[in-house]
T-cell receptor, first 114, second 116 residues
Framework: KQEVTQIPAALSVPEGENLVLNCSFTDSAIYNLQWFRQDPGKGLTSLLLIQSSQREQTSGRLNASLDKSSGRSTLYIAASQPGDSATYLC?????????????FGKGTTLSVSS | GAGVSQSPRYKVAKRGQDVALRCDPISGHVSLFWYQQALGQGPEFLTYFQNEAQLDKSGLPSDRFFAERPEGSVSTLKIQRTQQEDSAVYLC??????????????FGPGTRLTVL
C-alpha cells in the first residue's frame, strides 16, 4: 500500500531564507508527483507536477525534484516571503482499483515571519 | 474561467441526519474526484468518476456514503445517518483525464461538515 510521508510537519523561518520541504513515498510505481499549497479554509492549489519520467520542475521561486528509485521528492523555496505561509502537501498519482487516485502526505505547515 | 465550485461551504448536521454535498467541476473535465480531509491530515481519496461512470469507490468508508454524477457534470456526495466521525472537509477535484502522467487535478474550496 502506497504511503506518503512529509518531513518536517511544521517549519518556521524568517523572511528571505531558502528552505527545503521533504516528501517520501513507499512504492515507486507512480504516474506523477504533485506539490500543492493549501491556505486555511481553502482548497488546494497545484504548484508543480513532475511526471514519473522527469527529475525536476521549476516555477518562479519554486523547484521540485523527484528521485523515483529512492522514493523521494523535495520542494525548494527560494527567498521565502510571508505570503508563502501555508500548508504544503505532496501527493503521488497511482493506479487504483479501476482508475487513478492521488495519495497525499499529511503536509508541512510553513510559517514565514517578516 | 470558472474553477471547481462546491456547495454548501459549511454544513452543520445533527447526528443521524442525511446530508448532500454538491460539486460543480470545470466545464469539459471528464474526471471527477471526491476526497475527505480530517483536521490536521492530508486529503484521503473517496471515489472517482469518469464522465457519469463511477469507476472507483474503494475509498468510501461505509455504505452510508454514496456519490453520483448522473449526467457526467455535477456530482453529489450523500452521507446518510451522519456520525460524528464524518466531520471533515470534503474536497472535490476535476481534471481533463486524458494523459495520466500530466493530468492535473483542480480542487474546489471544500465543504466543511460538522456533525453534532
Amino acid at each position: 500500500k502506497q504511503e506518503v510521508t512529509q518531513i518536517p510537519a511544521a517549519l518556521s523561518v524568517p523572511e528571505g531564507e531558502n528552505l527545503v520541504l521533504n516528501c517520501s513515498f513507499t512504492d515507486s510505481a507512480i504516474y506523477n508527483l504533485q506539490w500543492f499549497r493549501q491556505d486555511p479554509g481553502k482548497g488546494l492549489t497545484s504548484l508543480l507536477l513532475i511526471q514519473s519520467s522527469q527529475r525536476e520542475q521549476t516555477s518562479g521561486r519554486l523547484n521540485a525534484s523527484l528521485d523515483k528509485s529512492s522514493g523521494r521528492s523535495t520542494l525548494y523555496i527560494a527567498a521565502s516571503q510571508p505570503g508563502d505561509s501555508a500548508t504544503y502537501l505532496c501527493a503521488v498519482r497511482i493506479q487504483g482499483q479501476a482508475g487513478t487516485a492521488l495519495i497525499f502526505g499529511k503536509g508541512t505547515t510553513l510559517s514565514v515571519s517578516s | 474561467g470558472a474553477g471547481v465550485s462546491q456547495s454548501p461551504r459549511y454544513k452543520v448536521a445533527k447526528r443521524g441526519q442525511d446530508v448532500a454535498l454538491r460539486c460543480d467541476p470545470i466545464s469539459g473535465h471528464v474526471s471527477l474526484f471526491w476526497y475527505q480531509q480530517a483536521l490536521g491530515q492530508g486529503p484521503e481519496f473517496l471515489t472517482y468518476f469518469q464522465n457519469e461512470a463511477q469507476l472507483d469507490k474503494s475509498g468510501l468508508p461505509s455504505d452510508r456514503f454514496f456519490a453520483e454524477r448522473p449526467e457526467g457534470s455535477v456530482s453529489t456526495l450523500k452521507i446518510q445517518r451522519t456520525q460524528q466521525e464524518d466531520s471533515a472537509v470534503y474536497l472535490c477535484a476535476s481534471s481533463l483525464g486524458r494523459h495520466l502522467a500530466t493530468d492535473t487535478q483542480y480542487f474546489g474550496p471544500g465543504t466543511r461538515l460538522t456533525v453534532l
